[in-house]
């Protein structure tokens, strides 16, 4: 069954910076929509960043993150990204990355962000 996996996570400091990927054997990420998302503690699960499909697609981020994260795919590697920057502790949370709409089979196991000083 098709997964993706997401790498890149880590403890960092507040304004610090942070890059995750997001890849797949299969075709998940050049036949689709994809997105980032993630869960803080105690909250739920949000999604923070999408781009359409072509390697230039438009691009879309929750308030919260806007002007901080950018969202990246090269379909060629079968990779998403998303470059956060400016971090702050409220961006602490476990990340993945899916399908937009999100396909339940496909959650991986996430990558955990932490901002701290």
């Known amino acids: 069954q098709a997964q993706l996996v997401e790498s890149g996570g880590g403890l960092v400091q507040p304004g610090g910076s942070l890059r995750l990927s997001c890849t797949t054997s299969?075709?998940?990420?050049?036949?689709?929509?994809m997105g980032w998302f993630r869960r803080a503690p105690g909250k739920s699960r949000e999604l923070v960043a999408a781009?359409?499909?072509?390697?230039?697609?438009?691009?879309s981020y929750a308030d919260s993150v806007k002007g901080r994260f950018t969202i990246s795919r090269d379909n060629a590697k079968n990779t998403v990204s998303l470059q956060m920057n400016s971090l702050r502790p409220e961006d602490t949370a476990i990340y993945y990355c899916?399908?937009?709409?999100?396909?339940?089979?496909?959650w991986g196991q996430g990558t955990q962000v932490t901002v701290s000083s």
């Open positions: 299969g075709s998940i990420i050049r036949d689709n929509a």
């Open positions: 781009i359409a499909m072509p390697s230039w697609g438009t691009t």
């Open positions: 899916n399908t937009v709409p999100f396909h339940e089979d496909y």
